[in-house]
């Protein structure tokens, strides 16, 4: 039963956050105790799910075919895990910097909403009700990204709303095509009924529609642009929250579709998944490379490393895909981190844009360290779980004898490297420039608390690379196997 | 029956795409609308359309005798009620966007002001 805790906590909590909205104190501290909560129960499911194997659960024992049914694999529940961990953070640094008026009009009952539809979408084991949980995260991370109704919010939004209609129409038509076809929606069903039949023609067809649904979402190349065009636009806490969370759900469902539903030509997938990761990767970098926005810098980093654990995706061996899991929580837990070691760069000297930044190195050295950690861990320098990551995912490369994807891979890090010490040199080492913004802002002391307990966190995740790449393996052997979700969740 | 909804959708897709890409930032909306009920009854099309016959999938074993199926119109149900709680919040946004801007040019939405 604990299997519905992820997706009824948060709802509960959005109740009770909207009927509170205008007491700041409470919803505050309700917030961050609500997501510690949450991320409890994920450590319980992970602990429980990671001894017992896959855990599934029918609720309103409705049998598994008919029902919608819940399935938590250690794929999703270190996703779920990673992600509630990632609230607390927000939660914690979002007093400090969000100003008194969006913080009283809905953002934190937002924020749950959101939570409850990532949760949905790692737990769900039924295609429609996936679309459903995908509505949720999206109608809630519209309601963040515009909330405060500023005009660069407002273009923003606007392109973010469109792309992320248009997407999701794709992934209503590709859930007919193939309902039409073999007539369940249950993804084990789906799955173990595709082993049976012989003609691929429409599930290939609905696969693409889908591919194109979680590239869109995943900002995958060539459907990236709306992600650098709005990222920037709310305030950076939100930014950290959707960087950490939203794009990753999309490469969780194709991680889990590709799993189940790729049973016909599969050669011809996996050329073509690795053929987009690369491109991924080497253009996300290549753009960033040539941005002066720390933001924007940032957005363009997140599509980079979408084709990295893309191309774990695409290599296919549980080694591979372990990596690729490894990455994705590492790059989880990272990529907030920078995002929000930004926001402290911008309440301290006002701007984001490194043309007006400098000398933060010598004014704060704490700053500087905060920033200095995960940027190291994004550009894969040892100790760090970023050097883990791509290890991992470029040993698995390797083994798999894929030499093209693995060169590409390598080369990427070195632009990542570069464009990291780019904003290093720009906002902290380089003189202060004459012009700028403001000299000595005051920095919240939330804010720093919250950069620092996630900097930990990504320094422990690269000192326990050891045991939580077993885990990783755990969750990349059942992805590999698809046998063993089917037969957890039909109760063979 | 299947070959006049086979053209309505089309028709639809078509003028949604038309939509989408005019400069006008309501006409977009617009679009999106025209998007939302071609896969509604692309959804209806594809789920099976056999009137006065069970509508489930053929050479399945189980067929279910003097049924048809209810879960596509379930499912379109879900996807309209969706469907319109977005195109309100898109129509809001727009809106918004038109107080704030004056316009509603797409021009307007390009980074450089």
């Keep these: 039963m604990i299997l519905v805790l992820p997706v009824i906590?948060?709802?509960?909590?959005?109740?009770?956050?909207?009927?509170?909205?205008?007491?700041?104190?409470?919803?505050q501290s309700f917030s961050l105790l609500a997501s510690i909560g949450l991320t409890f129960t994920s450590l319980l499911i992970l602990l429980d799910v990671y001894q017992n194997g896959i855990m599934s659960l029918q609720p309103g024992t409705w049998e598994a075919p008919f029902g919608i049914t819940l399935v938590a694999d250690t794929f999703s529940a270190m996703m779920m895990l990673t992600t509630s961990f990632v609230s607390i953070v927000v939660m914690i640094y979002s007093p400090g910097f969000i100003d008194r008026e969006r913080q009283t009009s809905g953002y934190y009952p937002l924020v749950f909403?959101?939570?409850?539809?990532?949760?949905?979408?790692?737990?769900?084991?039924?295609?429609?009700?996936l679309y459903v949980w995908y509505e949720v995260m999206l109608t809630s991370s519209f309601v963040l990204i515009a909330l405060g109704g500023s005009?660069?919010?407002?273009?923003?939004?606007?392109?973010?709303?469109?792309?992320?209609?248009?997407?999701?129409?794709?992934?209503?038509?590709?859930?007919?095509?193939?309902?039409?076809?073999v007539g369940t929606l249950n993804m084990a069903d789906l799955a173990a009924k595709m082993r049976t039949w012989d003609d691929g023609s429409y599930i290939n067809g609905a696969l693409m529609l889908f591919f194109i649904a979680f590239s869109v979402k995943s900002a995958l190349v060539p459907f990236f642009f709306w992600l650098p065009a709005s990222y920037h636009t709310p305030p950076i806490a939100i930014t950290a929250l959707f960087a950490g969370t939203l794009t990753k759900v999309g490469v969780y469902t194709m991680f889990r579709f590709y799993s189940l539903f790729v049973v016909f030509d599969q050669q011809f997938w996996q050329i073509f998944i690795l053929t987009l990761a690369g491109l991924t990767m080497f253009i996300g970098v290549l753009m960033a490379a040539s941005q002066f926005d720390i933001r924007k810098i940032l957005s363009f980093h997140i599509i980079s490393q979408v084709g990295y654990m893309v191309m774990g995706l695409g290599i296919f061996t549980a080694s591979g895909i372990a990596g690729a899991i490894y990455f994705t929580?590492?790059?989880?837990?990272?990529?907030?981190?920078?995002?929000?070691?930004?926001?402290?760069?911008y309440q301290r000297s006002g701007s984001y844009d490194l043309k007006y930044l400098g000398g933060l190195y010598k004014a704060s050295p704490l700053l500087a360290l905060l920033f200095f950690i995960p940027a190291m861990s994004l550009a894969g320098i040892p100790p760090l779980p970023g050097f883990f990551g791509k290890f991992f995912l470029i040993k698995g490369g390797f083994e798999a004898q894929q030499y093209f994807i693995t060169a590409v891979a390598i080369l990427t890090g070195l632009f990542t490297l570069f464009s990291m010490v780019k904003i290093w040199n720009e906002a902290y080492w380089k003189k202060e420039p004459e012009e700028v913004q403001i000299r000595n802002g005051k920095v919240h002391p939330s804010t720093i608390t919250a950069t620092a307990i996630l900097a930990v966190a990504v320094i422990l995740l690269g000192v326990f690379a050891g045991p939580v790449m077993e885990i990783s393996m755990d969750a990349g052997e059942q992805i590999v196997n698809p046998e063993m979700y089917i037969n957890a969740v039909l109760g063979r | 029956m299947l070959f006049l909804l086979a053209i309505l959708i089309g028709v639809?897709?078509?003028?949604?795409?038309?939509?989408?890409?005019?400069?006008?930032?309501?006409?977009l909306i617009l679009g999106l609308i025209f998007l939302g009920h071609a896969t509604n009854l692309l959804l209806f099309?594809?789920?099976?359309?056999?009137?006065?016959k069970p509508a489930f999938i053929r050479g399945l074993q189980d067929e279910a005798i003097g049924m048809s199926d209810p879960l596509p119109q379930a499912l379109i149900l879900t996807a309209i009620v969706i469907g319109l709680g977005v195109t309100a919040f898109a129509l809001t946004l727009v809106y918004r966007f038109y107080k704030v801007t004056k316009t509603v040019d797409f021009d307007e939405l390009s980074e450089n002001e």
């Design chain 2, 45 to 52: 099309v594809a789920g099976g359309l056999t009137s006065g």
């Design chain 1, 151 to 181: 005009a660069e919010q407002l273009r923003g939004s606007i392109k973010y709303v469109t792309i992320n209609f248009v997407a999701s129409i794709f992934f209503v038509a590709a859930i007919g095509i193939l309902y039409g076809q």
């Design chain 1, 113 to 129: 909403g959101l939570l409850m539809g990532v949760n949905g979408a790692f737990i769900t084991g039924d295609i429609f009700n």
């Design chain 1, 329 to 345: 929580i590492h790059n989880m837990l990272s990529k907030t981190n920078t995002f929000i070691a930004g926001g402290l760069v």
């Design chain 2, 12 to 27: 639809l897709y078509g003028s949604a795409v038309y939509l989408l890409l005019r400069r006008n930032i309501f006409k």
């Design chain 1, 9 to 27: 906590l948060p709802l509960l909590f959005m109740v009770v956050l909207i009927f509170t909205r205008r007491w700041l104190i409470f919803q």
